[in-house]
Nanobody, 126 residues
Framework: QVQLVESGGGMVQAGDSLRLSCAAS????????MGWFRQAPGKEREFVAGITWSASTTYYLNSVRGRFTISRDNAKNTLYLRMNSLEPEDTALYYC???????????????????WGQGTQVTVSS
C-alpha cells in the first residue's frame, strides 16, 4: 500500500502559478505510475496529468498541455504538478493517485488507480 498526501493548493488570480506536491509513504514510490486528477463542483472527476514510474513518459489533458508540468522525485517520494497561466476553469479539488506497475495502466482512466489522496483545493479568480 501507499499513502498519499497532497499540498500546495490555494487561492490565486488568473495568470498566476502554483506547484502542487503529493507526498507518498508506505510501499516504494518508484513501483507506481502516478497521476493527477481534478474535480470541479458539479462535474465529474477528470484526468489532468500522468507520469510513468521512471518519469520517462508524461501525459496531459489537452487543455492543460503547455501550461502544466508533471514531475516526480523518487528519492523524495514526491509527485509534483507545476501549474502556470492558471485560468478560472482550472478551479477544482486536485487529487494525486497511484497505480501499481504490476497492473496494466491507462493513465487517463481513474479506474486504474488503486490509491488516492484526499485532495488539495485550487481556486482561480478572474
Amino acid at each position: 500500500q501507499v499513502q498519499l498526501v497532497e499540498s500546495g493548493g490555494g487561492m490565486v488570480q488568473a495568470g498566476d502559478s502554483l506547484r502542487l506536491s503529493c507526498a507518498a509513504s508506505g510501499r516504494t514510490f518508484s513501483t507506481y505510475n502516478m497521476g493527477w486528477f481534478r474535480q470541479a463542483p458539479g462535474k465529474e472527476r477528470e484526468f489532468v496529468a500522468g507520469i510513468t514510474w521512471s518519469a520517462s513518459t508524461t501525459y496531459y489533458l489537452n487543455s492543460v498541455r503547455g501550461r502544466f508540468t508533471i514531475s516526480r522525485d523518487n528519492a523524495k517520494n514526491t509527485l509534483y504538478l507545476r501549474m502556470n497561466s492558471l485560468e478560472p476553469e482550472d478551479t477544482a479539488l486536485y487529487y494525486c493517485a497511484a497505480a501499481s506497475i504490476e497492473r496494466p495502466w491507462a493513465p487517463f482512466n481513474e479506474l486504474g488507480y488503486a490509491y488516492w489522496g484526499q485532495g488539495t483545493q485550487v481556486t482561480v479568480s478572474s
